[in-house]
C-alpha cells in the first residue's frame, strides 16, 4: 500500500533558532536551547514555569520567542502543536506499518513478537531493575496507588489499578481528559503513590496530574516510551521501555508488563497482606455466587 501524501510541515522553531542563534544573549540562548530540547513539555508550561526551568525571568522568555519571529507563548505553542501532531499522527503511523507488513499475517505476528520480546528485553537492564526497585518499594509503604494513563493506556491504567487493589493496596485510575480529569483527581491523598503511563508528548492532562501530586507531596513513577520525556526529572522512579520502532504504530503491552512487574514485585514483600485480600476476594465471590467454582 502506498504511503498517502501529506505536505511536509517543517520545524519551524529548529530552523529560526539555527538561523538567529547568533542574536541571542546567553540567557535567551538557554531558554531556547531548553524549547528546543523539550518541544512537548513547553505546551503545557507558562512563560514563568519556562524562566524557573532555565533560571531566567519570564519576561526574558518572551523576548527570547519574539526574537525568534514568534508573536507570543501562544503562537510558538500553536506552531509546535501543529508539527508535533505531524510528526506523531497515527494516521502515519499506521500508514507506514500497513505498507511494511503488506497483507502478509505471519509478518504482522513477527513485528508483535519481535516488539514484545524488545519491551522484555528493556525491562531487564539494569537501570529498569534499579528503577522497578525503587518504585516496589514506594509502592508498598503507600497508603493507595494512582495510575495515570488516557486514551489506550487509560485501558492499562484501569488493569493496573485491579491489580493492586487485589494485592491490599486500594488502586485508583486516572484516565480522563479534559475537565472530567480535576474531579478525578480529587481522589489523590498525601500518603499515595503515583504511576504515570506516558509516551513522549507531556499533555495538559499529564502536567495538571503532575502538578497535583508535587502539591501533595505524592511520589511518581514513570513509565516511559522515551528517555528524553520532558517529564522524565520529575519522577521518584522511571521505567524506560522504547517502542520496537517508534515511527510505526504503537503497541501497548509495554506499560503492562511494567505494571505487571511491579504488582508482582509488591506482592512479593507485602505477601500476608496480598494473600488475606485475595482471601477475602474468594469469599465474596462464593457469596455472590456460591454454587461456582
Keep these: 500500500m502506498p504511503r498517502p501524501t501529506s505536505p511536509l510541515i517543517k520545524d519551524v522553531f529548529s530552523d529560526r533558532l539555527a538561523k538567529r542563534k547568533d542574536r541571542l544573549t546567553p540567557g535567551a540562548l538557554s531558554v531556547a536551547e531548553f524549547i528546543n530540547a523539550n518541544k512537548h513539555g513547553i505546551l503545557g508550561l507558562s512563560a514563568r514555569e519556562i524562566g524557573v526551568e532555565t533560571d531566567t525571568s519570564d519576561a526574558t522568555v518572551i523576548r527570547t520567542i519574539q526574537t525568534l519571529g514568534f508573536a507570543g507563548l501562544r503562537d510558538l505553542k500553536d506552531t509546535l502543536s501543529a508539527w508535533l501532531g505531524h510528526v506523531d499522527s497515527p494516521v502515519e503511523k499506521m500508514a507506514l506499518t500497513s505498507q511494511a507488513l503488506g497483507s502478509d499475517a505471519d509478518a504482522a505476528i513477527e513485528f508483535t513478537i519481535q516488539s514484545q520480546r524488545s519491551a522484555l528485553e528493556a525491562l531487564g537492564t539494569p537501570e529498569n531493575r534499579a528503577a522497578a526497585a525503587t518504585a516496589i518499594e514506594l509502592i508498598a509503604n503507600a497508603t493507595s496507588v494512582g495510575i495515570f494513563g488516557i486514551a489506550a493506556s487509560g485501558i492499562i ?136 467454582r
Aim: charged share 20%; aromatic share 4%.
Design 157 to 292: 491504567a484501569q488493569y493496573g489499578a485491579r491489580l493492586f487493589s487485589r494485592s491490599g493496596i486500594t488502586g485508583k485510575a486516572y484516565t480522563e481528559t479534559g475537565v472530567a480529569l480535576a474531579e478525578s483527581l480529587l481522589q489523590m491523598q498525601t500518603g499515595d503513590v503515583l504511576i504515570m503511563i506516558l509516551h513522549s508528548r507531556a499533555h495538559r492532562e499529564a502536567t495538571a496530574t503532575l502538578t497535583e501530586a508535587q502539591r501533595l507531596g505524592v511520589p511518581v513513577i514513570m513509565i516511559l516510551g522515551r528517555e528524553d520525556a520532558p517529564l522524565r526529572n520529575h519522577a521518584a522512579a522511571s521505567l524506560v521501555l522504547p517502542r520496537f520502532k517508534a515511527e510505526n504504530v504503537a503497541l501497548h503491552s509495554q506499560a503492562m508488563f511494567a505494571l505487571e512487574a511491579l504488582h508482582l514485585g509488591v506482592s512479593s514483600i507485602t505477601a500476608n497482606r496480598s494473600v488475606a485480600t485475595l482471601e477475602r476476594l474468594v469469599t465474596i465471590r462464593k457469596n455472590i455466587r456460591p454454587y461456582s
